[in-house]
Nanobody, 126 residues
Framework: QVQLVESGGGLVQAGGSLRLSCAASRRTFSISVMGWFRQTPGKEREFVAIISWDGANTYYADSVKGRFTISRDNAKNTADLQMNSLKPEDTAVYYC???????????????????WGQGTLVTVSS
């Protein structure tokens, strides 16, 4: 069974940067699309970014647009999230997600995906 494993979380000061990485245990069509969500205690998981299988299409939540960049390396089966100009409100557990089709509207409105990673904590101090 395919697994998604995140890495790169940690503690950073406001204004700083972090880079998250998500590695798929193997390539499979069922998770050809990859992306990220985040969740804080007491809140629903929210969409952050999505990238198509070839990297040609990306979509971001308004709250991170211009600060976060998603990319992928299909040779390594990885998808990264470069996070710059971090704010305390970016503090959350970040989850990697994989899905069959590039459907940003579904991810934003429904938050349903084919596969989730276990999550990595990002803490931004003020």
């Amino acid at each position: 069974q395919v697994q998604l494993v995140e890495s790169g979380g940690g503690l950073v000061q406001a204004g700083g940067s972090l880079r998250l990485s998500c590695a798929a245990s193997r390539r499979t069509f069922s998770i050809s699309v990859m992306g990220w969500f985040r969740q804080t205690p007491g809140k629903e998981r929210e969409f952050v970014a999505i990238i198509s299988w070839d990297g040609a299409n990306t979509y971001y939540a308004d709250s991170v647009k211009g600060r976060f960049t998603i990319s992928r390396d299909n040779a390594k089966n990885t998808a990264d999230l470069q996070m710059n100009s971090l704010k305390p409100e970016d503090t959350a557990v970040y989850y990697c997600a994989g899905d069959r089709e590039y459907a940003p509207r579904k991810w934003v409105k429904e938050g349903t995906v084919e596969l989730w990673g276990q999550g990595t904590l990002v803490t931004v101090s003020s």
